[in-house]
């Protein structure tokens, strides 16, 4: 079953190290996504990607944020200066349709983002 | 905004026990998802509902929506162990853009 792909599983890395998160979404989707949940939160989202470009992002996904799809099959997160609260796992996710029509959405696995 | 809000926060059940967890959000929705998530790993996705239906199963899996009351609920009968995890509702818009999780509701079930 196809599946949506992030590395790394894990990152540590310093405050104010930037940091960039890799997903390889499916192959036939056109929606991707970056969520990501604080230890013991809810999940939540971040930025919606289309077309090549973002077509929603909420109040967290602020001026250190930025995403990237730069070679038609990766979907980046890049964090510029990275501060301890960004502490979480970051889970990116593809569908096919907006808002799930098609089905549900894929998660991968995510990357669980250590910031000391 | 629109926010899936789950209860209860945490429950605890016997192994073959059924277990029903609830949802409520504020604002029309195109449809509505159940989503796992074992400890640390990633979503899983179990169920989408249209907001024109009002019941759908999936194996052990029954899920309801009331869009009078704004609400949903996920029963998983016969439960195992392995059902142990966060189970999270989810919510898109009509627009079907913007998709938002609840905190979800942590499941254990007990051998």
Not at chain 1, 75 to 88: M, N, V
Request: overall charge neutral.
């Amino acid at each position: 079953e196809p599946e949506v792909t992030q590395t790394p599983s894990h990152q540590v890395t310093q405050m104010g190290q930037e940091v960039i998160l890799r997903c390889v979404p499916i192959s036939n989707h056109l929606y991707f996504y970056w969520y990501r949940q604080i230890l013991g939160q809810k999940v939540e989202f971040l930025v919606s990607f289309y077309n090549n470009e973002i077509s929603e992002k909420s109040e967290i996904f602020d001026d250190q944020f930025s995403v990237e799809r730069p070679d038609g099959s990766n979907f980046t997160l890049k964090i510029r200066s990275t501060k301890l609260e960004d502490s979480a796992m970051y889970f990116c996710a593809s569908t096919q349709g907006t808002g799930g029509v098609v089905g549900g959405y894929t998660f991968g696995s995510g990357t669980r983002l250590t910031v000391v | 905004s629109q926010q899936g809000e789950e209860d209860p926060q945490a429950l605890s059940i016997q192994e073959g026990e059924n277990a029903t967890m609830n949802c409520s959000y504020k604002t029309s929705i195109n449809n509505l998802q159940w989503y796992r998530q074992n400890s640390g790993r990633g979503l899983v996705h179990l169920i989408l509902i249209r907001s024109n239906e009002r019941e759908k199963h999936s194996g052990r899996l029954r899920v309801t929506l009331d869009t009078s009351k704004k609400s949903s609920s996920l029963l998983i009968t016969a439960s195992r162990a392995a059902d142990t995890a966060s189970y999270f509702c989810a919510t898109a818009d009509n627009y079907g853009q913007n998709f938002v999780f609840g905190p979800g509701t942590r499941l254990s079930v007990l051998p």
